[in-house]
């Protein structure tokens, strides 16, 4: 009975702390914004409510209240969420000052660094932040992506050995996997490697604390935005149980960034030396700790295992719900093949219009998310046709709409590939890449705050998919289709649960 009376008067604590919350947001907010239609009931009740729900059914909410061309706002447990379609808007959302609109000030509030992060500090405004993540994510990793391919690749191949032959097996050889679980241990295996060095990544201890860190890190951010900010201190330790990945890993991390700091040219091809040397190229040694690498580091972490891992997922999917292309795929990656029968993709896996393609139209009807290049406003901000933002709103793009547009896109709910190839099947003049982020394609975001490690992300994802296309064959499971993701906030996300059939290929050898 006490634990039910305690639970009771926490949730109408908490129940008293939101309503408190709206009601100042309604107060400071209503005056100030301009031109932006308001989609909520107009009983005040309806609108607690509604704002409620786009926790659990923001993506939804957005399709049914998306105007074309129109700014609207929807409410959402802590603010408004103003969206904009139109190509000037777009243009001027991405060009306003970051003490206007600001990318770094909305991650604070949704990743709560302060406690997730080992205590990060992220200024609001993306100069005050330097140029280091640029150089070492936009500049050094992508030109080295050639020489990473390989142990990249091998890396790859042994994580899906292992799952595959861990997993139960079936009649015909078929074995059931975990598609999403299995995507997220790819992913962070591979992403270890790349980051962290072979030395390090190898180690089981580390590799399974960096796979929990990211979840934990969700959990614990996602709870903070919706508690009191003076129960954080106290909560955050329980919800990242006791920061017990975190630790792991700052454990593991922190001598290797030392030990780099003070020797900065070893011959190593990982991001550890990719921060390392731009903090000394930029001769900012005295501003970028060991401590702080390590800190941004994890902070980059979180979203190179998250959001691939869910694209990878929606991509596996695609392969069995359009089967149709896989022998071409097949064909297509064949040509890139060092050796047999154990084939391998070569480093040129990066070149394949057909792969390119699949990739590029299966995250453009399955994105993981419906909205793209959020901004925070920092002060009230006016675009040039009078649209006025009020201070802390969340402006951002619709992105489904702009993805499933007959104006962008003919046939827009129809999967087909070709559509990105330069052929005649395709009816287009000109190939596009999956790491394009343009009006037309946003889901990498648009402008100066464009995803610098989206290069990466393509070869990784584009690598897994050669692996599964030429090593296994691939099915969804017999009967009655099964949902296979859910809605959180305006993110659409995998369910764990959900089941892929793998199976061996026959190689024959002379």
């Known amino acids: 009975m006490r634990v039910a009376a305690s639970f009771c008067s926490a949730l109408l604590l908490l129940l008293w702390y939101w309503v408190y919350v709206r009601l100042r947001v309604n107060k400071s907010q209503g005056q100030s914004r301009r031109n932006i239609i308001l989609v909520e009931p107009s009983i005040y009740v309806l609108k607690l409510i509604r704002g409620l729900e786009y926790i659990w059914n923001g993506p939804e909410i957005l399709r049914q209240a998306h105007v074309t061309d129109t700014p609207y706002a929807i409410p959402t447990p802590e603010t408004y969420q103003v969206h904009f379609s139109s190509a000037a808007h777009i243009k001027q959302l991405i060009q306003a000052p970051d003490t206007y609109l600001s990318l770094h000030a909305l991650a604070k509030d949704t990743f709560q660094p302060n406690y997730t992060m080992n205590g990060l500090a992220v200024d609001d405004c993306m100069s005050a932040n330097g140029t280091i993540h640029q150089r070492a994510l936009q500049g050094e990793l992508r030109s080295q992506l050639p020489a990473l391919s390989q142990p990249l690749s091998g890396c790859i191949a042994r994580t899906l050995t292992k799952e595959t032959t861990a997993s139960e097996l079936l009649a015909d050889s078929w074995r059931p996997l975990q598609?999403?679980?299995?995507?997220?241990?790819?992913?962070?295996?591979?992403?270890?490697?790349?980051?962290?060095?072979?030395?390090?990544?190898?180690?089981?201890?580390?590799?399974?604390?960096?796979?929990?860190?990211?979840?934990?890190?969700?959990?614990?951010?996602?709870?903070?935005r919706l508690l009191p900010s003076w129960?954080?201190?106290?909560?955050?330790?329980h919800l990242m149980r006791g920061h017990r990945a975190l630790?792991?890993?700052?454990?593991?991390?922190?001598?290797?960034?030392?030990?780099?700091?003070?020797?900065?040219?070893?011959?190593q091809v990982d991001c550890?030396?990719?921060?390392?040397?731009?903090?000394?190229?930029?001769?900012?040694?005295?501003?970028?700790?060991?401590?702080?690498?390590?800190?941004?580091?994890?902070?980059?972490?979180?979203?190179?295992?998250?959001?691939?891992a869910m694209c990878l997922f929606y991509?596996?999917?695609?392969?069995?719900?359009?089967?149709?292309?896989?022998?071409?795929?097949?064909?297509?990656?064949?040509?890139?093949?060092?050796?047999?029968?154990?084939?391998?993709p070569d480093i040129n896996i990066d070149t394949l219009p057909l792969l390119n393609a699949f990739l590029k139209e299966s995250a453009r009807l399955n994105p993981t998310d419906s909205i793209s290049v959020r901004r925070k406003v920092l002060r009230p901000f006016t675009f040039s046709?009078?649209?006025?933002?009020?201070?802390?709103?969340?402006?951002c793009i619709s992105l489904q709409p702009i993805l499933q547009s007959p104006e962008n896109y003919a046939d827009p709910l129809i999967f087909n590939p070709y559509r990105f190839v330069n052929s005649a099947k395709s009816g287009s003049s000109s190939s596009s890449k999956f790491t394009d982020a343009d009006v037309t394609f946003p889901i990498w975001g648009l402008g100066k705050h464009a995803c610098p490690g989206r290069h990466y992300a393509s070869l990784l994802l584009k690598l897994v998919l050669a692996h599964v296309l030429l090593r296994y064959e691939i099915k969804m499971p017999d009967g009655k289709p099964e949902k296979r993701s859910f809605y959180w906030r305006s993110a659409i996300v995998p369910r764990s649960g959900a089941v892929l059939y793998l199976r061996e290929r026959e190689f024959r050898t002379e």
């Open 272 to 308: 550890v030396q990719f921060f390392v040397n731009a903090v000394v190229h930029k001769k900012q040694q005295d501003k970028w700790s060991a401590q702080r690498i390590v800190q941004v580091l994890l902070g980059i972490w979180f979203a190179s295992v998250h959001q691939p």
């Open 315 to 344: 991509a596996l999917d695609d392969l069995c719900l359009h089967p149709e292309y896989i022998q071409s795929l097949r064909d297509e990656v064949s040509g890139t093949m060092l050796n047999e029968p154990r084939p391998e």
């Open 385 to 395: 046709d009078g649209t006025r933002l009020a201070k802390d709103d969340i402006a």
């Open 179 to 224: 598609i999403f679980p299995l995507a997220k241990r790819l992913v962070a295996s591979a992403n270890a490697l790349i980051f962290f060095g072979p030395q390090v990544s190898s180690d089981p201890t580390f590799l399974k604390a960096a796979l929990e860190y990211p979840e934990h890190m969700m959990e614990t951010a996602e709870a903070l």
């Open 247 to 267: 630790t792991t890993l700052l454990d593991y991390l922190t001598p290797v960034v030392e030990s780099r700091l003070l020797d900065p040219h070893p011959q």
């Open 231 to 237: 129960l954080a201190p106290f909560v955050a330790p």
